[in-house]
C-alpha cells in the first residue's frame, strides 16, 4: 500500500543539490508537490537539510527548493521532501505537475 500524500510523477532532469558541506549533482527520478526522488548526490544521508535547483525541462529557469530534508538515502538514491519555497515557486511547481497529470490521462 502505497501512504504518499501526493501522486509522483516520472521526471528526468538535472538537479543541484546543496547542504552546509557540500554542493552536488543528479538527476530527478520523480517528483510530487511534496517532494522528489534524485539520483546521484554522494555523501547525503536521512535528516540532512538542503536547497535544491531543479533544472526543469520547461525552460523557465531552475525551480529553487529553498529547504528540503532528506528522508531516505541509498548509495545512489535519495528521498526529499520540500520543507519551504516560495508562493511563486510552489505555484510554478503545481502548474507543471497538472500538465503532467493532464498528460498521462490523455
Do not use: K, Q
Not at 500500500?1 to 543541484?16: E, K, T, W
Not at 549533482?25 to 535528516?47: E, K, M, Q, T
Amino acid at each position: 500500500m502505497d501512504l504518499r500524500a501526493a501522486i509522483r510523477f516520472p521526471l528526468s532532469c538535472p538537479v543541484i543539490l546543496t547542504t552546509e558541506s557540500l554542493e552536488s549533482r543528479g538527476s530527478l527520478l520523480n517528483i510530487s508537490v511534496w517532494g522528489c526522488a534524485v539520483r546521484g548526490p554522494a555523501d547525503v544521508r536521512r535528516g540532512d537539510r538542503c536547497v535544491l535547483a531543479l533544472l526543469m525541462p520547461s525552460g523557465n529557469g531552475p525551480l529553487m527548493i529553498d529547504l528540503a530534508r532528506v528522508r531516505w538515502s541509498t548509495r545512489a538514491e535519495l528521498g526529499v521532501e520540500f520543507l519551504n519555497m516560495t508562493a511563486l515557486t510552489r505555484s510554478r511547481l503545481r502548474r507543471y505537475l497538472l500538465t503532467l497529470r493532464t498528460a498521462t490521462v490523455c
